[in-house]
């Protein structure tokens, strides 16, 4: 059974911004994203990781992607990284980057963006004894781990966003399949990864463990645009790096990411259209809404 998203369970489950606090008390996330071909993808989830509201967001990526991302958002940290031949991230610096975080508890963002690179990446950054708080899974990094190329035994606290698409190969069916049974499939994803699954698109589903399957209604057709789903990721970790600080679970997290991201770009349909509105845009109404919410 389906339980609809409301706007006060996501008061109650979004974390706190106390008088009494630092950029520590907001936890940390490392995107491991971008790559030369898809440059834009890196920028985006940074800054919704940013705007989700955790307090040090550091961005592992090639050299031009990092440039591209600082001249946006300076306040993201920079982990440069020497280009592979396949344009993405050096599998050797994706070795050194998880020993430097091995002492810092980090969520990881990885996906977005990362190409033909995601399988290295991931290979290094999720192996056995992976050291993350948490994890956000999207895009290539869920390619990846539906073709086996790295383990599936993923970190604790691990949230995974897939399309349609993705979902299809991750559970070996075809989008007609997972469409004509998201609930199925939302939770068989939830039990086979042993994670928060998010299921995208209209009516965006979360799915956890053995748990209720909420129904995400606000979004709308604006949001069928390359970059949505790389927000969607990046306010997803930032809402699971502060969360976790304050005692939420990462189906909180996905809860709170999806209205959000959901409520934002209905706002800036208003303004903006349906048709002419950017993924970007969401970042104002997005604001707005936290606003309204207290946070
Ligand atoms: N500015 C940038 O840098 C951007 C970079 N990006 C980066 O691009 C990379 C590739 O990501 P991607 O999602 O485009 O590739 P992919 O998973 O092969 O999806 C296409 C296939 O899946 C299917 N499919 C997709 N959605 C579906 C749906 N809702 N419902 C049903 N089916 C759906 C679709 O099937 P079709 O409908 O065409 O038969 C098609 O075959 C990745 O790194 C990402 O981060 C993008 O985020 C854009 C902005
Ligand atoms: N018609 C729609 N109605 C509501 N939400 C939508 C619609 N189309 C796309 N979305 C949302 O936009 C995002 C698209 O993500 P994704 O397919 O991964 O795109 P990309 O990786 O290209 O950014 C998801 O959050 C999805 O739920």
């Given amino acids: 059974m389906q339980r609809e998203i409301t706007r006060e369970l996501v008061r109650r489950l979004l974390p706190g911004r106390m008088a009494e606090s630092n950029k520590g008390s907001y936890g940390s996330v490392l995107a491991a994203a971008g790559s030369m071909a898809y440059r834009g993808a890196a920028a985006l989830c940074t800054e919704g990781a940013l705007r989700g509201g955790a307090g040090l967001v550091y961005l592992a990526s090639v050299e031009p992607v990092i440039q591209l991302v600082l001249s946006r958002t300076p306040e993201c940290c920079a982990c440069g990284c020497r280009t592979a031949a396949n344009g993405g991230i050096h599998p050797q610096d994706a070795d050194a980057l998880r020993r430097w975080f091995a002492d810092r508890p980090t969520v990881l963002l990885a ?7 995601a399988a290295d990446v991931c290979k290094a950054l999720l192996g056995r004894n992976a050291p993350w708080a948490g994890a956000v899974l999207d895009a290539d990094a869920l390619n990846a781990l539906a073709a086996g190329k790295y383990r599936g035994d993923l970190p604790a606290n691990t949230i995974m966003t897939p399309h349609p698409g993705e979902a299809a190969r991750l559970l070996g069916l075809t989008v007609p399949e997972v469409q004509a049974d998201r609930e199925g499939a939302a939770v068989s994803l939830a039990e086979k990864y042993h994670c928060v699954a998010v299921l995208k698109g209209h009516h965006t589903l979360v799915a956890a463990p053995g748990g209720t399957v909420w129904r995400n209604e606000t979004g709308n ?6 970059g949505s789903g790389d927000i969607l990721a990046g306010l997803t970790a930032g809402l699971l790096a502060a969360g976790l600080k304050q005692g939420r679970t990462p189906e ?3 809860v709170c990411a999806v209205w959000l991201h959901g409520a934002a770009a209905d706002r800036c349909a ?3 259209s349906m048709t002419a509105m950017l993924p970007g845009d969401l970042f104002e109404d997005l604001g707005w809404i936290l606003g309204e919410l207290g946070r």
Wanted: hydrophobic share 30%.
């Fill in 270 to 272: 208003k303004r903006r």
């Fill in 252 to 254: 909180n997290a996905a």
């Fill in 111 to 117: 996906g977005p963006g990362l190409g033909e690179s």
């Fill in 221 to 226: 057709a604006g949001l069928a645009k390359g």
